[in-house]
C-alpha cells in the first residue's frame, strides 16, 4: 500500500517489511509474536539528526491519549477545517486526495493519530507524509469501514458522490472542484495499481477488487 501511495504522487518515507527476528532494542512491555514487522524511516529528524516538530492530529484537537479516543473523537471534516486554517487551501486539498485513496485502498485504520502536522521550518504547517495506510478490507475481522465520521457515514457502501458534494458545502467550496480531485485521484491510483500491488496475492487482488465494485464512489472508475 505504501509503494502504490508512492506511484500515485503522494509523500511517504521509507519503508520496509522485515522479520520479526531482525528486530533489535525493542521495549520489554511489547511482547512481538508475528513473523513479520513493519518498519518506517522516521521522518522527523533533519539528515544530522535534529528534531522536526510533529503533531499528529490528537494532539491538535487535544483529544484524550486512549484508544477509543482514536476513533470517536472528531471526524475527517474536522481535519480538513483545520488543515485549511492552519496549514492553508493546498494541504487541505492534499489531505482529501489521501482520503480518497484511503477508501480505494480499503484503509479503515485512517484514525486521527495517522494524520499529523509537521513544521519543517518550524513555522508553516504542512500535512506530513503518509505512514501508516492499511487495507484493512483485506482482513475480514475489520469492520469493513473508516475510522471515522465521513459527512455522517463510515461504512465503506455508504460513500457516494454526493456525500463529497456535502463535505464541499460544508467546506464552502465548489462541489465540481472537490469532485474533480475525486476523479483525478482514483484515476491515477488505478493505473498505478497493477505494478504497485505486485505483492498481493490473486487473492487479495480480487478482494481489492470486490472492494471496489461495493463502494459507490468507485463504480464506473
Not at 102 to 112: E, K, M, P, Q, Y
Not at 141 to 161: C, E, N, P, S
Request: aromatic residues 10%; charged residues 25%.
Amino acid at each position: 500500500m505504501m509503494r502504490w501511495a508512492a506511484a500515485t504522487g503522494f509523500e511517504v518515507p521509507e519503508t520496509d517489511v522485515i522479520s520479526g527476528s531482525d528486530l533489535e532494542e525493542m521495549p520489554p512491555q511489547l511482547e512481538w509474536s508475528e513473523a513479520n514487522a513493519y518498519v518506517c524511516r522516521r521522518f522527523d529528524r533533519t539528515e544530522e539528526g535534529l528534531p522536526i516538530h510533529i503533531e499528529d492530529f490528537a494532539q491538535v484537537f487535544g483529544a484524550p491519549l486512549t484508544h477509543e479516543a482514536k476513533y470517536d473523537s472528531y471526524g475527517y471534516l474536522a481535519i480538513a477545517r483545520a488543515l485549511s486554517a492552519i496549514a492553508g487551501r493546498d494541504e487541505m486539498l492534499l489531505f482529501l486526495r489521501r482520503l480518497v485513496f484511503d477508501i480505494l485502498c480499503g484503509n479503515g485504520d485512517s484514525h486521527v493519530k495517522n494524520w499529523s502536522l509537521i513544521y519543517y521550518d518550524r513555522v508553516r504547517a504542512r500535512l506530513a507524509p503518509a505512514y501508516d495506510i492499511v487495507p484493512t478490507v483485506l482482513f475480514p475481522r475489520y469492520d469493513q469501514a473508516l475510522a471515522l465520521d465521513f459527512v455522517g457515514v463510515t461504512h465503506f457502501t455508504a460513500i457516494t458522490r454526493d456525500r463529497f458534494r456535502q463535505l464541499a458545502k460544508k467546506l464552502d467550496m465548489p462541489p465540481q472542484a472537490i469532485l474533480a480531485i475525486v476523479d483525478e485521484t482514483i484515476e491515477r491510483a488505478q493505473d498505478t495499481f497493477g505494478t504497485s500491488a505486485r505483492a498481493l496475492t490473486a487473492e487479495e487482488r480480487a478482494q481489492m477488487e470486490a472492494h471496489w465494485r461495493q463502494v459507490p464512489l468507485l463504480r464506473g472508475h
